[in-house]
C-alpha cells in the first residue's frame, strides 16, 4: 500500500512538470510569433508618403498617353481640356490611393531593369505636392516619379522604381497602382439617363427606324393605339405596358464622347433609329405650399372658437387646400438617337439636345427598335361586354340559332332597383349558366397572331357569330379550320388566328347550350 503511494506522487510529480514545460512551451512559441510579426512590420520601407489635400497634380498615362489632372478651386481638372467633365471622387480616390506606398520587399543594387519590365515601364505616375510655405516662396512644389513594371502574378504586387534611382526596385500593393490603369472615360463623370419616374404620364412613343411604328393614348381611356403603314388599332395594352415601363429603369451602359463633333463616327448623322417619348410631369406650385401654410394657420386660429364656427371654417378650409393642391403639368419629350453598334452588345446613342455619346444595352433598345405595328396589335378575337348585348345569332354547321336577351327591373322588399337578365334561345328560357359559360370561352379568345396575307377560304365557316348590339350596331365572326393547330377567324377584314383546341372548346359549350353535344 505503502509504495502505490509513493508511485502515485512521483507521476503527479511528473506530470506537473510535464504541464509546466508546455506552458513554458507555449509562451514562448507566442513570443517568438509577435517578434517576426513586429520585425515584418517594421521591415516595410516607405516609397512615398503625401497628405491627399497636398497632392495638387497627377500625371500619368490614359490609353498610351501622357495625360495631365491638376487641382483648380480644390476641383480636378484635365489640365489640356478643363471642360473635360472629370469624376471628382475617381481622381480622388486616385489621389488617397498614393498618400501612403509601402514596400515589403526591396531589390537593392538592380542591374537588369528588364527582368521587372522597367525597362519600358508600363505607366509612369508623376506626383506634385504642394509643400509647407517657406520664407522666400508662399508655396513650394516637388514632384515624384513612379515608374511601374510588370504585376508579379504570385504576389498581385507591382514592380516599380522611384525618381531617378534605377538600382532600387520596390514591390508595391495593386491597389496603390490599378486607379492608374483605367480609360480616359473612366475619369469622366456621365450624366444620368433622364428617365420618367412615373411612366403612366407616358402618352406617345414613336419609333422611327427600320421598322417604324407610333403607339398613341387615349387619355379619358387610357387605351393605346398603333399605327404604322396602315391603319390605326387597338394596341395589346399589356404589350404596351410592359414596353413603357423600361423608359422608368434605362441607363447608360458607358461614356464614350463628351463632346461629339462627327456624328458619323458613332452612326449617329443618319440614325439606325430614333425613339420619341411624349409624357407629361406633374409641377408643383411654388407659392401653393406657402398658400397652404398661411391657410393652415388661420384655420387654427379659428378653431379656437365655437364648434358650429369650427366645422364650417373646416369646410372652406378643405375646399382651399384642394384648389391649392393642384399640379401644373408640363408636356415634355424624350428623343433617343440610336447609332451603329458599338461593340456585340451595345449601340451608340444620344439623347435630347446632348452632344454626349454614350453607349446602351442592345438588348434594351431592341425591345423598342425590333418591334413592328403588328407586334401591338390587341389579339382579342371579338369582345362584347354582356351588358351591350341585345341578341346573338349563330349559325353552327349549317344550322341557325338565335338567343335574345332581356332585362327587366324590380325593386326588392327594401326598394332597391335591381334588374334580372334572362336569356331565351329561339324563344325558350335557356339556363344561365350554360349561356355565360359559352358566351365567356366566345368573347375571351384571344388569338395567337393575325394574317397579314390575304384569306381565301375554301369551305364555308363551321360557326358564323353575329352580335347585336343594344345601340343597334352589330359585329360578325366567322370561324373556319384553317390548319392542324389553328382555326381562322374573320372579323371584319382581319383574320385571326386562334388555337384548334380553344375553338373547340367553344363549340363544345355551344353545343351544350343548345343540347345536341354527341
Known amino acids: ?150 504585376e508579379n502574378s504570385s504576389t498581385s504586387q507591382y514592380y516599380v522604381y522611384k525618381d531617378d534611382d534605377k538600382s532600387t526596385v520596390y514591390m508595391v500593393e495593386s491597389s496603390c497602382i490599378e486607379p492608374f490603369t483605367k480609360t480616359l472615360y473612366d475619369y469622366a463623370q456621365m450624366e444620368d439617363f433622364p428617365v420618367i419616374s412615373d411612366t403612366d404620364n407616358i402618352n406617345k412613343i414613336t419609333v422611327k427606324g427600320d421598322k417604324s411604328y407610333e403607339l398613341s393614348k387615349n387619355t379619358n381611356t387610357n387605351l393605346w393605339t398603333v399605327k404604322g403603314d396602315g391603319d390605326e388599332e387597338k394596341a395589346d395594352t399589356a404589350t404596351v405596358s410592359s414596353l413603357t415601363t423600361s423608359f422608368g429603369s434605362m441607363a447608360y451602359n458607358s461614356f464614350v464622347d463628351y463632346k461629339c463633333k462627327d456624328k458619323s463616327t458613332y452612326g449617329l448623322d443618319d440614325p439606325y433609329a430614333v425613339i420619341t417619348v411624349d409624357y407629361t410631369e406633374e409641377q408643383e406650385d411654388a407659392d401653393s405650399s406657402d398658400t397652404s401654410a398661411d391657410s393652415s394657420t388661420e384655420t387654427t386660429d379659428e378653431t379656437q372658437g365655437e364648434a358650429a364656427d ?131 370561352k366566345l368573347i375571351n379568345l384571344a388569338a395567337q397572331k393575325r394574317l397579314t396575307d390575304e384569306f381565301k377560304p375554301e369551305t364555308d365557316p363551321e360557326m358564323t357569330v353575329t352580335f347585336i348590339k343594344e345601340d343597334g350596331n352589330k359585329l360578325e365572326a366567322e370561324y373556319y379550320s384553317y390548319d392542324t393547330n389553328y382555326y381562322a377567324v374573320k372579323v371584319d377584314s382581319k383574320i385571326y388566328l386562334v388555337n384548334k383546341m380553344t375553338v373547340k372548346e367553344l363549340f363544345t359549350a355551344f353545343e351544350t347550350l343548345t343540347g345536341t353535344e354527341n
Open 310 to 440: 369650427s366645422e364650417d371654417t373646416s369646410d372652406d378650409t378643405n375646399a382651399s387646400d384642394s384648389e391649392e393642391s393642384e399640379k401644373n403639368v408640363e408636356n415634355k419629350q424624350l428623343v433617343i438617337a440610336v447609332g451603329k453598334e458599338a461593340d456585340d452588345s451595345n449601340r451608340y446613342v444620344m439623347v435630347n439636345d446632348s452632344d454626349q455619346v454614350y453607349t446602351m444595352s442592345d438588348d434594351t433598345l431592341s425591345a423598342l427598335t425590333d418591334k413592328a405595328e403588328e407586334d401591338f396589335w390587341d389579339m382579342t378575337v371579338n369582345y362584347v361586354s354582356t351588358n351591350d348585348l341585345k341578341e346573338v345569332k349563330v349559325n353552327y354547321k349549317g344550322s341557325d340559332y338565335d338567343v335574345n336577351v332581356s332585362r327587366e327591373t324590380s325593386e326588392d322588399d327594401d326598394g332597391n332597383e335591381k334588374e334580372t337578365v334572362t336569356y331565351k334561345l329561339d324563344g325558350s328560357e335557356v339556363d344561365e349558366t350554360q349561356f355565360t359559360t359559352f358566351y365567356n
Open 1 to 150: 500500500m505503502k509504495n502505490k503511494t509513493v508511485k502515485m506522487i512521483i507521476a503527479v510529480a511528473v506530470l506537473a512538470v510535464c504541464c509546466g514545460g508546455y506552458a513554458g512551451v507555449k509562451t514562448f512559441v507566442a513570443k517568438q510569433e509577435a517578434k517576426e510579426e513586429s520585425e515584418e512590420e517594421s521591415e516595410k520601407t516607405s516609397v512615398f508618403t503625401a497628405s491627399a489635400d497636398d497632392i495638387k497634380s497627377l500625371d500619368f498615362l490614359v490609353d498610351e498617353k501622357e495625360t495631365t489632372f491638376e487641382k483648380k478651386d480644390d476641383d480636378w481638372v484635365k489640365k489640356d481640356e478643363e471642360d473635360f467633365p472629370v469624376n471628382q471622387t475617381t481622381l480622388s480616390d486616385a489621389a488617397s490611393a498614393l498618400t501612403s506606398i509601402e514596400s515589403d520587399r526591396v531589390l537593392s543594387d538592380v542591374d537588369d531593369l528588364a527582368e521587372y519590365g522597367l525597362d519600358s515601364p508600363s505607366n509612369t505616375i508623376k506626383i506634385t505636392c504642394e509643400s509647407e510655405k517657406s520664407e522666400d516662396k508662399e508655396t513650394e512644389e516637388k514632384t515624384t516619379t513612379l515608374y511601374v513594371g510588370d
